[in-house]
């Protein structure tokens, strides 16, 4: 259904608003996983599968066999912790938002992965999450700016109290347990305060009990309780573990005195034989007997080690680091294999090469990756330290990958090896911010942050400076070229689109329009270009005149900040700050 919405538009154009439901899209698989959310990451009581965050949505993932994936539907703002109840019936997710805002805490029924409960309550941010052992309970702690935590009855789908977590002395509490036994029993700790806590149910309150430890000051990362509930042991950022009796609520022991875990302990599980299982700060995967606080083994992995998740009773765990990495452990030697890696910053952009889908090429912050379609396994990292690739692009034929990156240069690598092939210094002042080749492969284009379009011709071991062309005021965000290279098409975030000459490096036609264009696509006839922005509108436009010819409003909130065409030109696909990808048909933009 469309509802033409007549206002005024240049040309005397119309602006079509969206007013039908769109069909979903099923999820054929994704890479990626926020593991910089401290126990993000979980494995299902049916030992099957793990839960952990992405972005704004928790993601279900088989262990064994033929890999399925799956989102649990439910906010628009990033998760910060993650929990699962006892018998696997519930899984909670809670979230950050902007500041003067409440976070969201979303509960999910396993089974039907429905939304079960949405509560809302704690400021900005939700630290951590746990259920009670009979599910009747969930245990929220808010973040810094919120300091409290609270009760929620699952059973009326209610809060049913709250207390400030922490002394006014203290700091912020930051870990959350609870007992494997009691329901009304659980612990936080933080910037140096521990509490137990005790429920008082009929009368609706909480009642504290801090533990004091003496002249020590520390602040706690993470809380595991004993099975038997007579310890809980807590993980500080100075590198060792503090032992407190539930039962007595007095400290009983610290350690390691000697060997501290490097960066603090921020991540622990607790095995059914009594070990400690330890993630540290700088990579530490450790196995540790509480008592003679010795390390019995202990592995490097790569980035800090954010969860410790045991399968079953611990003969094999996951660990979730914050370079977006899960690995399995076997015990009791640690023997590790990695199980699914991603970027751990913003994906920049993603590239094919020309005429195969089998692979691609992702940029971020520090590297390169490219990646096998099919089993969407990484077949090769290209690392830059202390840089960002900002754009990349394959050479047609396939032989190198351009890539354009923050410090203003373009590098070239092997997608077999990753060797650098060459590089161009200074290619742009203010980082090259877009890039792509001449279907001959004879020249390269970039585009930079000063609003500089620059041709580089390429010869066999030699990058010469052909031209530059300015007239944009603004940050170049897309170039694209012809199939005959004759023109160029190039973006920028000044509100204009402009097309140029390839031959005579002059403008043949200019595009503007009231946004911040973020990119742009020739429909495969060439006659028209499309381009996204901040204004949440596809527009259509006419290469020979720059005349718009139509405009389409394809997002209710927020930027579209990506777009493609398909070859057929039959549809094309949308994505932005509304965090949908949209499939629409170019005629019709239904």
Not at 372 to 394: D, G, S, W, Y
Not at 397 to 409: E, N, P, R
Not at 415 to 421: I, N, R, S, W, Y
Request: contains cysteine; hydrophobic residues 40%; charged residues 20%.
């Amino acid at each position: 259904i469309w509802a033409p919405r007549r206002s005024w538009q240049p040309r005397s154009t119309i602006c079509y608003t969206r007013t039908m439901a769109y069909q979903p899209l099923q999820l054929d698989s994704c890479i990626g996983f926020s593991g910089k959310v401290p126990a993000g990451l979980q494995v299902h009581p049916n030992k099957e599968q793990i839960v952990y965050p992405l972005g704004s949505a928790p993601i279900i993932k088989k262990i064994a066999g033929k890999k399925s994936q799956q989102f649990l539907a439910g906010d628009n703002n990033n998760i910060s912790c993650v929990a699962i109840s006892r018998s696997g019936r519930y899984v909670a997710a809670g979230t950050s938002t902007h500041q003067g805002y409440q976070a969201d805490i979303v509960v999910w029924d396993w089974k039907t992965l429905a939304e079960k409960f949405r509560f809302k309550l704690h400021k900005v941010k939700v630290q951590a999450l746990v259920f009670s052992p009979n599910e009747s309970f969930l245990f929220s702690l808010g973040g810094q700016d919120d300091a409290s935590v609270v009760v929620w009855d699952l059973e009326k789908g209610a809060v049913l109290c709250g207390s400030p977590v922490a002394p006014a002395a203290a700091g912020q509490g930051i870990a959350l347990a609870v007992c494997n036994s009691k329901d009304t029993t659980f612990v936080t700790a933080g910037d140096n305060t521990i509490r137990i806590w005790d429920v008082d149910v009929p009368n609706r309150k909480l009642k504290p009990i801090d533990i004091s430890l003496g002249a020590l000051r520390r602040v706690v990362n993470c809380i595991q309780v004993s099975e038997d509930d007579e310890f809980a042991y807590l993980g500080t950022t100075s590198g060792d573990i503090v032992q407190v009796s539930i039962r007595t609520r007095l400290f009983k022991a610290i350690g390691p005195e000697k060997t501290k875990i490097e960066q603090g302990v921020t991540a622990l599980a607790l095995v059914r034989n009594g070990e400690l299982l330890i993630g540290g700060g700088a990579g530490t995967v450790a196995r540790m007997r509480p008592g003679t606080w010795k390390i019995e083994a202990q592995k490097k992995v790569e980035g800090g080690v954010t969860s410790v998740a045991l399968r079953g009773d611990g003969h094999e765990f996951f660990a979730g680091t914050t370079f977006a990495t899960i690995y399995k452990f076997s015990l009791p030697e640690l023997v590790s294999e990695v199980r699914s890696v991603g970027h751990y910053e913003r994906v920049n952009q993603i590239a094919f090469p020309r005429g195969t889908s089998e692979l691609f090429a992702t940029c971020s912050v520090n590297d390169i990756r490219v990646w096998q379609t099919a089993a969407n396994k990484e077949a090769l990292r290209i690392t830059v330290p202390n840089k960002e690739c900002h754009c990349i692009a394959f050479q047609p034929d396939g032989k190198f990958i351009v890539s354009g990156w923050d410090d203003g240069v373009v590098r070239a690598f092997t997608p077999q090896t990753g060797k650098l092939l060459f590089e161009i210094p200074n290619a742009q002042n203010k980082g090259v911010t877009a890039i792509t080749l001449t279907n001959d492969g004879a020249r390269l284009i970039t585009g930079g942050g000063e609003g500089l379009v620059r041709v580089w011709k390429l010869g066999r071991d030699t990058q010469t400076l052909v031209t530059g062309m300015k007239e944009h005021k603004g940050l170049i965000t897309d170039v694209r070229v012809r199939k005959n290279d004759a023109e160029l098409v190039s973006a920028s975030a000044d509100g204009t689109c402009i097309v140029w000459d390839l031959t005579r490096f002059v403008r043949n036609q200019i595009l503007f329009a009231n946004t911040v264009f973020k990119q742009v696509r020739y429909r495969p006839d060439e006659a028209q270009v499309l381009t996204v922005g901040s204004d949440r509108k596809a527009g259509y436009w006419e290469v020979f005149d720059g005349s718009l010819i139509r405009e389409v409003e394809v997002s209710a909130a927020g930027s579209v900040n990506a777009l493609d065409i398909s070859a057929d030109g039959v549809s094309f696909v949308t994505g932005g700050d509304d965090r949908l990808i949209k499939v629409f048909t170019y005629k019709e933009a239904v």
